[in-house]
Nanobody
Framework: VQLQACGGGLVQAGGSLRLSCVASGNMFSIHAMGWYRQVPGKERELVATLTSDGRDNYADAVKGRFTVSRDNAKNTVYLQMDSLKPEDTAVYYC???????????????WGQGTLVTVSS
């Protein structure tokens, strides 16, 4: 399973960015896809996730500013980030929680990370 993320970059505070991530490979069933982020010296933290049946979950810090969406047919997850703040600066990682065969366990898979830098 491979997750390829793109869309990071440098943006001024108050601006917007859109991240996207495509999952490919041997996937039987995807339960959820989403985004996490990490800054140096801190643990990776949840940003937003979205299950295949439409249930979303957001970190308090991004509620009302970020929107997670999916195209299930394309195994793609998006993160629309609006009203960005300098504290949103981090490496953003795409995540998929899936199983690779019909009765197998669900596992987390990660993309390579994409850097988002918000200048003040």
């Amino acid at each position: 399973v491979q997750l390829q993320a793109c869309g990071g970059g440098l943006v001024q505070a108050g601006g917007s960015l859109r991240l996207s991530c495509v999952a490919s490979g041997n996937m039987f069933s995807i339960h959820a896809m989403g985004w996490y982020r990490q800054v140096p010296g801190k643990e990776r933290e949840l940003v937003a996730t979205l299950t295949s049946d439409g249930r979303d979950n957001y970190a308090d810090a991004v509620k009302g500013r970020f929107t997670v969406s999916r195209d299930n047919a394309k195994n793609t997850v998006y993160l629309q980030m609006d009203s960005l703040k300098p504290e949103d600066t981090a490496v953003y990682y795409c995540n998929a929680f899936l199983r690779t065969f019909w009765n197998g366990p669900y596992n987390h898979y990660w993309g390579q990370g994409t850097l988002v830098t918000v200048s003040s």
